[in-house]
């Protein structure tokens, strides 16, 4: 069993067990039909990944690897917020007029601030202090504006990094104010384990630790019977994550930049419902 799927069924396994639901209470998701989109949480969950050991992705079902880079691309590289360049259309419900996310997410990333030794926006930042500062307790990025929230089709769930080197070693601690478990659990965690060995690569240090800080972890009503079944599926050993050696650029990365290899998995989990 991969040390995800261990993760994964022990939290939801606390949560439907140990869970605190929101029924009776107004909320704001809700389904397609317009019915209130309930939910069983736990708070203040926290899951430690060792990404010297392995790759923390999820086998008991199928994860589509493409995508997840393709998004954190699209977030961390490219800083954008507008869902014609992004590959996958999951963002798509959420755009507005003008095919835009809002001032959320990418965009975010992308503004500039004034340093002494310049300006630059949060991932250039980080970026710039990895090389020149490792040393630094102020390594980090934090994109849950409260000037702009309300022009965010979005709040960020998964809002804040905050990267430590140790050594010849790059940790990170990513927190998150709100998480659906059976959609974006498994989403998450990969795409942060994933910027933790990029980051750690263009730097010239090595991946440690991911510290995955989760407040609200929770399994909306109608996603109960898919987790329960979820949770008896079948695990395989966690796959081997390879990077291309040879780029030093952070922005070199590409699609062709990323592959996992022996990756066995269960069967995709399809038709999921969304809460809007």
Sequence with gaps: MSRADQI????????????????????????????????????????????????????IRKINFKALYDELLWIWQKKSNKVKD?????????ADEKGTIGKAY???????????????DQVDRV??????????????TNIFNFEDLHEMALYPCA??????VSGDTLNAILN????????????????????????????????GELVHVIADAHIYDRH???????????DFPAPKLVIDESITDFYAFDA?????????????????????
């Design 106 to 120: 990418g965009y975010q990333l992308g503004l500039k601030h004034k340093y002494p030794e310049g300006e630059m």
């Design 224 to 234: 109960i019977p898919i987790v329960e079944k979820l949770l008896d599926q079948e």
């Design 159 to 164: 809002y804040s990094m905050t990267f430590n």
């Design 8 to 59: 994964f069924k022990e939290n939801c396994r606390e949560i439907l067990n140990h869970g605190v639901s929101d029924e009776g209470m107004e909320v704001r998701p809700h389904w397609q039909d317009g019915s209130p989109a309930h939910t069983i949480k736990k708070f203040g969950l926290v899951n430690r990944y060792d990404l010297t050991k392995e790759f923390p992705i999820q086998t």
């Design 256 to 276: 062709d930049s990323f592959r996992l290899e022996g990756y066995e998995h269960g069967p995709n989990v399809k038709g999921i419902p969304v809460a809007e």
């Design 127 to 140: 970026l710039f202090n990895l090389k020149n500062n490792p040393a630094s307790r102020r390594i980090l």
């Design 176 to 207: 998150q104010r709100s998480q659906d478990m059976l959609v974006a659990n498994s989403w998450n965690v990969s795409q942060y384990a994933l910027l933790v060995h990029m980051f750690a690569q263009v730097s010239g240090l090595k991946a």
């Design 86 to 94: 992004l590959g996958s259309k999951i963002w798509d419900q959420w």
